[in-house]
Protein backbone atom coordinates (compact mmCIF):
# COMPACT_ATOMS: atom_id res chain seq x y z
CA UNK A 1 0.00 0.00 0.00
CA UNK A 2 1.09 3.51 -0.71
CA UNK A 3 1.59 5.96 2.29
CA UNK A 4 -1.43 7.94 1.60
CA UNK A 5 -3.62 5.03 0.94
CA UNK A 6 -2.20 3.84 5.03
CA UNK A 7 -2.86 7.64 5.91
CA UNK A 8 -6.48 7.64 5.12
CA UNK A 9 -7.42 4.22 6.23
CA UNK A 10 -5.55 5.25 9.56
CA UNK A 11 -7.87 8.62 9.56
CA UNK A 12 -11.02 6.41 8.90
CA UNK A 13 -10.19 4.04 11.51
CA UNK A 14 -9.52 7.02 13.70
CA UNK A 15 -12.69 8.58 13.03
CA UNK A 16 -14.95 5.36 13.24
CA UNK A 17 -13.53 4.76 16.97
CA UNK A 18 -14.36 8.04 17.91
CA UNK A 19 -17.97 8.10 16.77
CA UNK A 20 -18.47 4.47 18.75
CA UNK A 21 -16.90 6.02 21.72
CA UNK A 22 -18.84 9.32 21.34
CA UNK A 23 -22.30 6.84 20.82
CA UNK A 24 -21.11 4.77 24.03
CA UNK A 25 -20.65 7.50 26.03
CA UNK A 26 -23.90 9.49 24.57
CA UNK A 27 -26.14 5.87 25.64
CA UNK A 28 -24.47 5.79 29.21
CA UNK A 29 -25.20 9.13 29.72
CA UNK A 30 -28.73 8.90 28.67
CA UNK A 31 -29.18 5.25 30.63
CA UNK A 32 -27.45 7.13 33.57
CA UNK A 33 -30.67 9.78 33.82
CA UNK A 34 -29.40 12.68 31.64
CA UNK A 35 -31.28 14.60 29.61
CA UNK A 36 -30.82 14.55 25.21
CA UNK A 37 -28.98 17.53 25.55
CA UNK A 38 -26.82 16.54 28.54
CA UNK A 39 -26.11 12.84 26.73
CA UNK A 40 -25.53 14.84 23.12
CA UNK A 41 -22.34 17.34 24.94
CA UNK A 42 -21.34 14.38 26.99
CA UNK A 43 -20.78 12.07 23.51
CA UNK A 44 -18.99 15.44 21.88
CA UNK A 45 -17.07 15.68 24.78
CA UNK A 46 -16.02 12.14 24.57
CA UNK A 47 -15.43 12.60 20.75
CA UNK A 48 -13.51 15.52 21.05
CA UNK A 49 -11.29 13.57 23.66
CA UNK A 50 -10.63 10.84 21.35
CA UNK A 51 -9.22 13.02 18.74
CA UNK A 52 -7.28 15.22 20.57
CA UNK A 53 -5.70 11.96 21.99
CA UNK A 54 -4.84 10.79 18.64
CA UNK A 55 -3.20 14.04 17.69
CA UNK A 56 -1.11 14.12 20.75
CA UNK A 57 0.03 10.61 20.01
CA UNK A 58 0.56 11.46 16.61
CA UNK A 59 2.53 14.39 17.32
CA UNK A 60 4.74 12.43 20.19
CA UNK A 61 5.46 9.71 17.40
CA UNK A 62 6.24 12.45 15.20
CA UNK A 63 8.94 13.94 17.17
CA UNK A 64 10.58 10.82 17.88
CA UNK A 65 10.81 9.58 14.21
CA UNK A 66 12.17 12.83 13.15
Known amino acids: MSGLTTLLLTIC ?3 VFA ?5 AAGKLARLDGA ?16 LTLAAAITAALAAVMV
Not at 19 to 23: D, E, H, L, S
Not at 35 to 45: D, G, I, Q, V
Open 35 to 50: TYPAACLRAAAAFAAV
Open 19 to 23: VIVAA
Open 13 to 15: LVM
